[in-house]
C-alpha cells in the first residue's frame, strides 16, 4: 500500500492532469456539469457492478473514474468562481466531524477509545444527528434526490425513518404487513382500476422492500440477481430453439416450460 505522501501526490498528479486537459483537450474544454452529469450516472452504475461481482481491480478502476469526475465539477466551478476541490473536502470534513461526536469532540481532539455507543446506538439516533446539522435537509425526507431510482429510493426511505426510531419493533412483524398489502394489490386488479392497481403495486413492492431490508438483504442485489438468472434461462430457451431451426413463438408455453426446466436442472 502507498504511504500518505504517496497518495497526497497522486491526488495532485490528478487535478494536474485536469487543469492540463481542461486547458488543451477542445473536448473537455467544452464541457459543462450539465453535460458530464448523464455520465457520472453511469460511473456511478459501474462502480456498483463491480462492487457486486467482488471485483476489486475492476473497483479501483471505477473509483479512479468517478474521482475523475468528481474533480472535473470542482474543476469547472473554479473557473466559475464558485467553489473549489479544498471546499468540497472541507465540507465533507466538516460533517463527518459533526455527525459523528463519538469520534470526535468539540475542540476537534478525538474521543478516547472505549467511550463510542455501539453501531447499532449510532444508526438509530443518525437521522437526528444530521438534523440538528447547519445548513443541513429541512426535513428527513428532503435530502432524498426524486431522481433516485425507486428501489434505492425506498430503501433510502426507510432507511432514514429507522434513524429516527421509526421502525418495526420485530422484523417478523414486517410480514402481516406484506401478505396485506398483496391481498390488496390483487383486490384492486379484481375493480380494474389501473390508477389503484398502480397506487396498491407500489405499496406491495414498497413492502417487500422492507422486509428484505429488516433481513439484511438488499433489495437492489436480489432483483438484480434474479434478473441475471431470468436472463441466462430465457437465452438457454432461445439458443436451444433457434438450434433446432425452431421461432419461440411457434412453441406452446408447456414446451417452452420444459426447456425453462431443463436450463434450470442444468443450474442456469
Same mark, same amino acid.
Given at each position: 500500500?502507498?504511504?500518505?505522501?504517496?497518495?497526497?501526490?497522486?491526488?495532485?498528479?490528478?487535478?494536474?492532469?485536469?487543469?492540463?486537459? =481542461? !486547458?488543451?483537450?477542445? &473536448?473537455?474544454?467544452?464541457?459543462?456539469?450539465?453535460?458530464? /452529469?448523464?455520465?457520472?450516472?453511469?460511473?456511478?452504475?459501474?462502480?456498483?457492478?463491480?462492487?457486486?461481482?467482488?471485483? /476489486?481491480?475492476?473497483?479501483?478502476?471505477?473509483?479512479?473514474?468517478?474521482?475523475?469526475?468528481?474533480?472535473?465539477?470542482?474543476?469547472?466551478?473554479?473557473?466559475?468562481?464558485?467553489?473549489?476541490?479544498?471546499?468540497?473536502?472541507?465540507?465533507?470534513?466538516?460533517?463527518?466531524?459533526?455527525?459523528?461526536?463519538?469520534?470526535?469532540?468539540?475542540?476537534?481532539?478525538?474521543?478516547?477509545?472505549?467511550?463510542?455507543?455501539?453501531?447499532?446506538?449510532?444508526?438509530?439516533? &443518525?437521522?437526528?444527528?444530521?438534523? =440538528?446539522?447547519?445548513?443541513?435537509?429541512?426535513?428527513?425526507?428532503?435530502?432524498?434526490?426524486?431522481?433516485?431510482?425507486?428501489?434505492?429510493?425506498?430503501?433510502?426511505?426507510?432507511?432514514?425513518? =429507522?434513524?429516527?426510531?421509526?421502525? &418495526?419493533?420485530?422484523?417478523?412483524?414486517? &410480514?402481516?404487513?406484506?401478505? *396485506?398489502?398483496?391481498?390488496?394489490? *390483487?383486490?384492486?386488479?379484481?375493480?380494474?382500476? =389501473?390508477?389503484?392497481?398502480?397506487?396498491?403495486?407500489?405499496?406491495?413492492?414498497?413492502?417487500?422492500?422492507? !422486509?428484505?431490508?429488516?433481513?439484511?438483504?438488499?433489495?437492489?442485489?436480489?432483483?438484480?440477481?434474479?434478473?441475471?438468472?431470468?436472463?441466462?434461462?430465457?437465452?438457454?430457451?432461445?439458443?436451444?430453439?433457434?438450434?433446432?431451426?425452431?421461432?419461440?413463438?411457434?412453441?406452446?408455453?408447456?414446451?417452452?416450460? !420444459?426447456?425453462?426446466?431443463?436450463?434450470? !436442472?442444468?443450474?442456469?
Amino acid at each position: 500500500m502507498h504511504t500518505k505522501e504517496e497518495k497526497l501526490a497522486a491526488f495532485g498528479r490528478l487535478l494536474d492532469t485536469m487543469d492540463a486537459l =481542461r !486547458a488543451k483537450c477542445p &473536448w473537455n474544454a467544452s464541457q459543462t456539469m450539465e453535460s458530464i /452529469r448523464p455520465m457520472t450516472e453511469e460511473e456511478v452504475y459501474e462502480l456498483s457492478d463491480e462492487i457486486m461481482k467482488g471485483n /476489486r481491480t475492476g473497483i479501483a478502476k471505477e473509483i479512479g473514474d468517478l474521482l475523475y469526475h468528481m474533480v472535473f465539477y470542482a474543476c469547472i466551478g473554479e473557473e466559475e468562481g464558485s467553489f473549489d476541490i479544498a471546499d468540497c473536502i472541507g465540507r465533507i470534513c466538516d460533517k463527518m466531524v459533526f455527525r459523528h461526536p463519538h469520534v470526535f469532540r468539540a475542540d476537534g481532539s478525538l474521543v478516547p477509545d472505549g467511550e463510542a455507543p455501539s453501531a447499532k446506538e449510532i444508526a438509530d439516533t &443518525w437521522e437526528l444527528v444530521k438534523a =440538528r446539522e447547519k445548513d443541513g435537509n429541512k426535513t428527513v425526507m428532503s435530502g432524498i434526490p426524486d431522481s433516485m431510482p425507486a428501489i434505492l429510493k425506498a430503501l433510502s426511505m426507510q432507511e432514514k425513518a =429507522r434513524g429516527c426510531g421509526f421502525d &418495526w419493533e420485530k422484523r417478523e412483524d414486517v &410480514w402481516d404487513k406484506v401478505h *396485506e398489502e398483496l391481498g390488496e394489490a *390483487e383486490e384492486a386488479c379484481g375493480e380494474n382500476d =389501473r390508477a389503484h392497481m398502480t397506487e396498491e403495486f407500489g405499496d406491495l413492492m414498497f413492502a417487500a422492500i422492507n !422486509a428484505a431490508r429488516l433481513y439484511g438483504i438488499d433489495p437492489e442485489v436480489a432483483l438484480s440477481s434474479t434478473c441475471s438468472k431470468f436472463r441466462r434461462r430465457f437465452t438457454y430457451l432461445e439458443e436451444n430453439t433457434l438450434k433446432k431451426g425452431i421461432h419461440l413463438t411457434d412453441l406452446t408455453l408447456a414446451e417452452m416450460d !420444459a426447456i425453462w426446466d431443463e436450463g434450470k !436442472a442444468r443450474g442456469l
